[in-house]
């Protein structure tokens, strides 16, 4: 199992600690380091800067957010950020809610996400392997455009600078419910979970029951806090979720939400999307059961962690993407994982 460190996105600003410890990731031998985007911070320019600063490590985007930018232009940045930095990038892609789509990003949620994401990723593949001029005309994405108020002047064009890789670089898929799941197994060179529990993989739908090619990454995002007060080091994490169980969706469709409820939280899911909607935000935080936010995060003393780590091993994943806040903690993780 390789490790890969998350940076999640800016909160305020850039955080000093970042680039440190991606330095650090690099020569502790982890495989990745990962940024995010929500309604801030792009994922794409930190990687940029990560990227002049070390020479091995991997460096993906977990996750662009598709409603961002057309499929050729996510393209585009992937391609010119993977000559810049040597062959390193990781494209990881995601659709997001509702909230984010139409409140952030100003576009219409696709009435079909699926369709939308299969349509996306279709785009972005043809630009990476630069084999013919892109075509396609999707429900969603037209190459060229022949929608409302087309000029009818647009034609099938291929990006002028060439990959660096012939057959484009890997794209995973942020996918929580079963049968987008399904479909990432299908079209995506990987996964990108945000809860995972290594008890429960029936979670996730039949889509990994009977095993994933070879080659194929599951590369969950892991709260990883090395601590001697259990309770104390799920804090954050339980922050974390109840802000995104919370506060990331509507109360009737948040996915963070749903995923919780099929893990076996429903009750406390409602719960805790309830409280937070009424503005009582630190009732929504102690409303997460300290059960959830352990088994989806590796918090503890070294010997705990070391122990709850073998489960994460017997399973399918590939990728532990640490959310690690300190050197100490991400130092212990690469000792243990050795």
């Known amino acids: 199992m390789r490790l890969g460190l998350a940076l999640g996105y800016w909160g305020r600003g850039p955080s000093p600690g970042h680039l440190p410890l991606a330095r650090e990731a690099e020569r502790l031998g982890y495989d990745s380091v990962w940024t995010a985007e929500s309604w801030g911070s792009d994922a ?41 930095s040597g062959g390193r990038v990781l494209l990881g892609l995601g659709l997001s809610g509702p909230q984010v789509v139409e409140g952030w990003y100003g576009r219409p949620f ?30 969603f994405h037209t190459h060229p ?6 000029t009818g002047l647009g034609r099938p064009l291929k990006p002028i600078t060439h990959p660096l890789r012939p057959g484009g670089l890997p794209v995973l898929l942020g996918a929580e419910g079963p049968k987008n799941v399904a479909q ?22 039949p889509a990994l ?21 259990v309770a104390e080091g799920l804090l954050p994490v339980k922050t974390m979720l109840g802000f995104y169980i919370g506060g990331m969706g509507h109360a009737t469709r948040n996915f963070h939400a749903d995923l919780m409820a099929r893990m076996g939280y429903e009750e406390e899911a409602r719960r805790i999307q309830h409280l937070f909607l009424q503005g009582r935000r630190e009732e929504a935080v102690r409303a997460v059961p300290d059960a959830f936010a ?26 532990l993407l640490a959310l690690a806040p300190d050197v100490p903690t991400l130092r212990a993780l690469a000792e243990l994982n050795s």
Do not use: K, N
């Open 184 to 205: 990432t197994t299908r079209i995506a060179d990987g996964w990108l979970p945000l809860y995972w529990s290594p008890t429960r993989p029936e979670v996730y739908g």
């Open 110 to 139: 696709p009435s079909s996400p699926l369709t939308a994401t299969r349509e996306y990723v279709d785009v972005v593949r043809q630009v990476l392997r630069r084999a013919a001029p892109v075509e396609l005309d999707g429900r």
């Open 294 to 319: 352990d088994e989806i995060s590796l918090v503890g003393p070294r010997e705990r962690i070391a122990e709850r780590l073998e489960l994460w091993r017997e399973g399918p994943v590939t990728d």
């Open 209 to 229: 029951a009977g095993g994933l090619r070879d080659g194929f990454m599951v590369a969950p995002l892991v709260q990883v806090r090395l601590c001697d007060d």
């Open 44 to 84: 794409f320019t930190p990687l940029t800067w990560i990227a002049a600063h070390t020479s091995r490590i991997r460096l993906g985007t977990a996750v662009a957010q598709m409603a961002a930018r057309p499929p050729t232009t996510t393209a585009m940045h992937a391609l010119t950020l993977d000559h810049l």
């Open 145 to 150: 455009y022949r929608g409302p108020g087309a």
